[in-house]
C-alpha cells in the first residue's frame, strides 16, 4: 500500500494533468506545466513517473485495470441463459466504470478523443475470445468484421452518452445498446417506417 503522502502527491498530479487536458492537447503540456499546476517540484514527479507518456498510461491502465476486473467475473455461459439479460448487465458494468471515472472520460472523448476506447474494446473482444471459442465466419460475416461493427458501434454510442453529459441510466443506455445490436438499426428504421405508412 502506497503511503498517505504518495497518494496525496498522485491525486495532485492527476488533477493537475486533467485540468490540463481541458485546456491544450496532450503534445502541447508539458511536466513543467504539470508540476507548477499541481504545486510539487519536478524530482517529485520524477520519483512516481518517467515523463508524461508514464503518467498517461499508468492513469490509463488503473481504468483499465478496473473494466478487466469487472469482465473477468462474467461468465459467457451465462449468455445463453438469457442473452438481453446479459447484455444489459455487461453494458452496465462497463458504463460503471465509466461513471467511476466520470472527469477523465469526459476529458478523453470530449475534449482530446484520444486512444483509450480502442484499448476498452480490446478488453471487451479479448475477454470474450478467451472464453469463447469462435469461428472464422458468423454465416457469411469474418469474425474480425462482426468484432468490429459491433465494438465500434457500441464504442459510439457511450462516447455519445458521456458527452451529452450522462444524462440517461446506465440500465436506459445499455438497453439502447441491446435493442441496435440485437434488432438493428436497418431494421428500427424499417419498423418505424412501415408505422408511418
Known amino acids: 500500500m502506497e503511503d498517505r503522502r504518495i497518494r496525496k502527491t498522485k491525486e495532485s498530479v492527476k488533477t493537475a494533468y486533467l485540468e490540463l487536458m481541458r485546456e491544450k492537447p496532450f503534445k502541447d503540456i508539458t511536466v513543467n506545466q504539470i508540476t507548477e499546476r499541481a504545486d510539487i517540484n519536478r524530482g517529485t514527479f520524477y520519483l512516481h513517473y518517467l515523463d ?29 441463459a438469457g442473452t ?3 447484455s444489459i448487465e455487461l453494458i452496465e458494468l462497463i458504463l460503471q466504470v465509466i461513471i467511476d471515472n466520470k472527469e ?21 473482444r ?11 465466419y458468423l454465416d457469411i460475416v469474418p469474425i474480425n468484421y462482426y468484432f468490429a461493427f459491433i465494438v465500434n458501434a457500441q464504442t459510439g454510442l457511450i462516447k455519445e452518452w458521456v458527452k451529452n453529459g ?15 445490436a440485437y434488432k438493428g438499426p436497418l431494421n428500427l428504421m424499417q419498423n418505424y417506417l412501415k408505422t408511418q405508412g
Open 52 to 80: 508524461k507518456f508514464d503518467l498517461r498510461d499508468q492513469l490509463e491502465t488503473e481504468v483499465l485495470q478496473q473494466l478487466e476486473q469487472c469482465l473477468s467475473e462474467r461468465k459467457m455461459e451465462n449468455l445463453l
Open 84 to 86: 438481453k439479460n446479459y
Open 104 to 124: 477523465f472520460f469526459e476529458i478523453l472523448l470530449i475534449y482530446q478523443d484520444i486512444g483509450l476506447p480502442q484499448k476498452f474494446s480490446r478488453i471487451i
Open 126 to 136: 479479448d475477454n470474450i475470445e478467451r472464453q469463447l471459442e469462435f469461428p472464422q
Open 166 to 180: 450522462m444524462k440517461e441510466s446506465k440500465y436506459d443506455v445499455a438497453s439502447y445498446a441491446y435493442t441496435l
